[in-house]
C-alpha cells in the first residue's frame, strides 16, 4: 500500500479550488496522478462511504449471498434465516482466509481452510477439535460486521461503522429516484458491461459529471436528448441530471417508441451513477471502481422490466458499449496521458449560471466533496 499524503500535502491540494465554481480552479493534477493520492481515495474515501453492491433481486432469499472487495478488503453480504441482511468481512476469524467467493445460496457459512463453521448471522457455531482448549467459546467469536443498506432497490456497503445511514446522508434522492422509477424495486438483470480504463477514477467521475464536452464528442447522444432540456442540479451528496428526449431521428438507437420520455441520471458521492435512459423501464448502474492511480475498472449493468432486453434495449446497449463508452474512454484515457505531462497543473471550472448540462458546476461539487474528505484526512493527521 502506498504511503498517505503528509498534513501539509492535504492542505497544499486544495489550492486553486474557490467554493464560487465562477472562479474555481479543478483539483489539481497530483490527485490524479500520485500514488500517494490514490491510497488517499482508497482509505479516505472509498473505505467511508457507501458503496454499491447489488440489485434487491439477488439478495431477497435467505440463504443468499454476494461478495465484493471494496477498498482491497473482502465483503460478504448475506440475506438471514430470518429475513435480516447483513455485511461482514470476508474474513474467517480464525487464521483470516477467504470464507465466502462469487455469489450464490448457502446453509451455513463454512471456512475452506480449517471447517470452521458460522451461521449466517455471522455467530460461530462450530470449530473442529478445540474442545480441548482453554478460555474458548464459540459463542464469544463472531464475523466482523460491515454497515449494510437497502436503497431504492439497491444494496449498499459501508466500512466505516461511523457513518450515517444512506438514507439520512442522501437527502432527497430516494424521492426523486422512485418518482421517476416507481418500480425500480422489480426491475430485474438482464446484462453487464465491463471496462478496464488506463485512468484515474476521478478522471472518470469528472468525465461523467458534464456534458460540456458533449457537442464535440458525443453527437450522437447530442440527438437522442435535447440538449436544450438538458439540466444539473447539485444536492449534498447527490447530483441529478434531467434530459427529454429527442423529437427526431437519432444515430444513437430508435425511440420513436419509447415508454420512457426522460433521461434521468443521478450520480451519487463518490463513483455510483444511476441511469434511465429513454425506452422502457430500466436503470443502468454505472460503478466506478478504483485500481491503481491510472487504471480504474466500470461495470454497467442493466436493469430490465424483463431478463432479456428488447430490440431497443438491445440497440441501446450496442450504442453504450461501441459508441458512447469508446469515445467516453478515449477521453478520459488522453486527459491521463496529459496530467502526467509537465504542461498541466489545473484548468478552471467552466461555469453557467443556468446550471445547463454543459456546465462543469456538478464537476466543480465532486471536487469538493473530495477535498472536505481530504480535509478530514488532515485533521487525522496532524
Known sequence: MFELPTASEFRAIKSGYDEDPSRSCSLRKDAYVEPAWHAADLEQIIAKTWQWVCHV??????????TITIAGRPVAIIRDREGVLRAFYNVCQHRAHELLR??????????????WVYGLDGQLVRAPHTEGLSNFELKDICLSEVQVEEFCGFVYVNLDPGAASLRDQSGNLEGEIRHWASDIDQLTFGRRLTYDIRSNWKNVVDNFLECYHCPVAHKDFCELVDMKSYKVTTHGIYSSHMADAGN????????????VRTHAVWWLWPNTCLMRYPGRSSMIVLNIIPVAPDRTLETYDFYLETPEPDETELDAIRYIDEVLQVEDINLVESVQRGMNTPAFTQGRIVHDLGGSGQSEHAVHHFHGLVLDAYARAAEAAA
Do not use: F, Q, W
Not at 462469487?102 to 471447517?115: K, T
Not at 427526431?248 to 415508454?259: E, G, I, R
Open 57 to 66: 433481486e439477488k439478495l431477497r432469499r435467505p440463504g443468499s449471498y454476494t
Open 102 to 115: 462469487g455469489e450464490g445460496m448457502i446453509n451455513r457459512i463454512m471456512c475452506p481452510y480449517h471447517a
Open 248 to 259: 427526431s431521428p437519432n444515430a444513437a438507437y430508435d425511440v420513436s417508441k419509447a415508454t
